[in-house]
């Protein structure tokens, strides 16, 4: 059984509960109406709920909710150039991070998926996708933290032997020297150059 | 006379616990829909839409609650 079947089972049970309580509300008045009544108006509700909210959480994390919002589009072409030094797309195509997550994988404190802040900035995006319209050209909130490259990396083999790393490590774990804009790794989404590039197209 | 009293609850208190209910299903309802649609507009009509109904249905129910406490209360200082 699947999580969101038992999500729906969950909803079932809880429908059918309020539908006897508001049929016979008499049944209140004893202790096992009482009982029934808690589970149906307050406990499984409150269950169903906050199931349902780790479920959107869960699915806030695919590439595909990321993708869902036009302007993404390029950000996703980025991840099938057929380039090998364009970061994502060598990410993506290599399964080093899941196709399905390749966004949240890089991106763990963008929009929702981060604290408070990040999902209040979440909320923006919405806003701005469908009132005020967004800021061009997209950038992040802040500067790309190597956390999110030293999460897979830090304890790799390749990665602790390559001299280049081993010699400033504490640099890049402390994000004094960005793996991204200190000129070693500075090809990421360039979504300004998709149109020259070739795209990758899995057989 | 307090068994009688008990076994009939007040309409008021009855009407509250069917509000509740409704206010429960039609955000379980809300929230079943949106997970059928992977958009971030799905997201926020869960939070904004069937996370505030199911919260004030339970917030009903508490009230009716704490109202039938407050109105046996009174019978019983009567």
């Known amino acids: 059984m699947t999580p969101f079947a038992i999500l729906v089972a969950l909803v079932a049970v809880t429908v059918v509960l309020i539908v006897i309580l508001a049929a016979v509300p008499r049944i209140t008045v004893t202790r096992s109406g009482k009982i029934l009544a808690f589970l149906g108006l307050f406990l499984l509700p409150a ?16 590439t595909s909710f990321c993708l869902s919002c036009h302007i993404m589009a390029p950000y996703g072409r980025s991840l099938t150039v057929d380039e090998k030094n364009w970061l994502p797309a060598a990410h993506y195509q290599n399964n ?26 979440g909320f923006h995006h919405v806003w701005a996708q469908y009132v005020t319209g967004p800021k061009l050209p997209i950038r992040l909130y802040t500067p ?12 790799a083999r390749n990665f602790l032997e390559n001299p280049v790393h081993s010699t400033q490590l504490d640099d890049l774990r402390s994000n004094y020297t960005s793996c991204l ?8 989404h360039n979504v300004n150059h998709l149109g020259e590039a070739k795209q990758w197209k899995p057989e | ?9 007040q309409p008021r208190i009855a009407s509250r616990l069917r509000i509740a209910g409704v206010l429960v299903i039609l955000g379980l309802l809300v ?48």
């Open chain 2, 31 to 78: 929230e079943i829909f949106t997970l059928f649609w992977a958009h971030p507009l799905a997201f926020v009509a869960f939070i904004v839409l069937g996370c505030a109904l199911i919260g004030l249905g339970i917030l009903v129910y508490l009230w009716s609650l704490i109202s039938v406490g407050e109105a046996s209360g009174a019978a019983q200082s009567k």
């Open chain 1, 181 to 188: 804009t200190s000129g070693c790794h500075d090809t990421a």
């Open chain 1, 144 to 155: 790309f933290q190597n956390r999110e490259c030293l999460h897979c990396h830090g304890e």
């Open chain 1, 47 to 62: 269950i169903a709920g906050w199931a349902g909210f780790d479920r959107h959480m869960e699915r806030s994390k695919e």
């Open chain 1, 96 to 121: 080093r991070v899941s196709r399905d997550h390749a966004c949240y994988t890089c991106h763990t404190n963008y929009a929702l998926y981060g604290d408070f802040k990040s999902k209040v900035r």
């Open chain 2, 1 to 9: 006379m307090e068994a009688r009293m008990n076994s009939h609850p």
